[in-house]
């Protein structure tokens, strides 16, 4: 059975950095064409690509946040962490990590997410 | 950068056939995914490669890809399909969404 969990800060302040960080089970971020991914969705909003690390540790960011972000795996633990830097109120949202098939293209398993809230 | 184009909503009377579209320039040459989001939950993939649906998925999703425009169709609507559908592709190592659409079953 598959399952991934969101957890990290449910509040943080503007100018601080995100840590969020992704458990998974089910599967290993070893095994050739796995990735784990980042997503986000404001409230009431749409669907917003963050990040993605490979089984081989390349990594695709969003071009339009790629300087805030970093992805990195940790294999043995079964973790993918997500650093977002200097928060801003717009970055509040609920953030989504996912199974990601490089093969096919797809979010095939997605955790439940976590609220995250950027306030002072 | 690449931009996917969706219906804010789209309403369909019960047990007759909702289509969704996702345009986007020359789509037809990508892979086209959809994700169907119900309030609260996290997303639920549909339909991956433009028309494959994964187990589980009901014969009632169907998908196409041609051209400009990625369809999604739902045929014999039912009222638990209500929910938001996003259409996603691949563009040049960035991965987009569409801006979702609200399926509203009357």
């Known amino acids: 059975q598959i399952t991934l969990k969101e957890s990290g800060p449910t509040l943080v302040k503007p100018t601080q950095t995100l840590t969020l960080t992704c458990t998974f089970s089910?599967?290993?971020?070893?095994?050739?064409?796995?990735?784990v991914g980042w997503i986000r969705q404001p409230p009431g909003k749409a669907l917003e690509w963050l990040a993605l690390?490979?089984?081989?540790?390349?990594?695709r960011y969003s071009p339009s946040l790629k300087s805030r972000l970093t992805i990195t795996k940790d294999t043995s633990k079964n973790q993918v962490v997500l650093t977002m830097t200097n928060m801003d109120p717009v970055d509040t949202a609920t953030y989504y990590c996912a199974l990601y098939d490089f093969w096919s293209g797809y979010y095939g398993y997605w955790g439940q997410g976590t609220l995250v809230t950027v306030s002072s | 950068s690449y931009e996917l184009t969706q219906p804010l909503s789209v309403s369909v009377a019960l047990g007759q056939t909702a289509r969704i579209t996702c345009g986007g320039n020359n789509i037809g040459s990508k892979n086209v995914h959809w994700y169907q989001q119900k309030p609260g939950q996290a997303p639920v993939l549909v339909i991956y490669?433009?028309?494959n649906r994964p187990s589980g998925i009901p014969e009632r999703f169907s998908g196409s890809n041609s051209g400009n425009t990625a369809t999604l169709t739902i045929s014999r609507a039912q009222a638990g399909d209500e929910a938001d559908y996003y259409c996603?592709?691949?563009?040049?190592?960035?991965?987009?969404f569409g801006g979702g659409t609200k399926l509203t079953v009357l």
């Open positions: 996603q592709v691949w563009d040049s190592s960035t991965m987009v």
């Open positions: 690390i490979y089984w081989d540790d390349d990594k």
């Open positions: 490669r433009d028309s």
């Open positions: 089910g599967f290993s971020l070893s095994t050739s064409g796995v990735g």
